[in-house]
């Protein structure tokens, strides 16, 4: 759940924000690094892209789902590896 709360807001804090790609950001960088590699755009359906579209219309039901689910499966292994090492 954490997960979900969260990725909007490291979407945010790196710079994919609602109002574009924020200057001087991870994301400014990234995006001229894609930029840079492609010829000139950041090609449609790249990182950059999605990660954009992520943070201007937010995360769909199934990007969502998918987040919730990584973070409780990796709550679960860091659980488990503690309980393993104490």
Partial sequence: GLAVVLAPVALGAAGFTAAGIAANSVA???????????GGGVLAGSTVA???????AGLSGSTTAVVAGVGGAVGWLTATAAGLTS
């Fill in 28 to 38: 400014a960088g990234m995006m001229a690094s894609a930029a840079t590699a492609s």
């Fill in 50 to 56: 999605v990660l954009q579209l992520a943070g201007v």
